[in-house]
């Protein structure tokens, strides 16, 4: 068996692809997919807690994902709002910086 050095990289991947992990109940080497992986992550990191703070970079209105898309509840921080008025439909073409959130249906200011 290869150790994990004599690997070959890849510059991308495939959700059938599969990776391997040192299984500590079973005392041997596994297997799983990423799919696997991501159902996994999604079930057990659920929430985030942070005892300082968290940043996230912001970017132009027209780089957000559709409100749907990122789901209510989402949270993001845009450069070129043309507003700050708390929980109106945030615009871009202005040069306001204001961290937004998703409704589910539209990108609001807060």
């Known amino acids: 068996m290869a150790t994990i050095n004599q690997l070959s990289a890849v510059d991308s991947l495939s959700t059938s692809d599969n990776v391997p992990v040192y299984a500590a109940s079973q005392g041997d080497a596994r ?5 696997t992986l991501v159902a996994f992550l999604s079930d057990a990191f659920t929430s985030l807690t942070a005892s300082s703070y968290i940043k ?3 970017v132009a209105v027209a780089s ?9 509840g ?9 507003a700050s008025t708390f929980a109106s439909t ?13 409704d589910g249906t539209n990108w609001k200011v807060g």
């Open 90 to 102: 945030v615009a871009g073409g202005g040069a306001i910086t204001v961290p937004v959130y998703s």
């Open 74 to 82: 989402a949270r993001a921080m845009v450069t070129d709002a043309t």
């Open 56 to 58: 996230v970079s912001a």
């Open 64 to 72: 957000l994902p559709s409100a749907a898309t990122a789901g209510a």
């Open 31 to 35: 297997r799983f997919s990423l799919t």
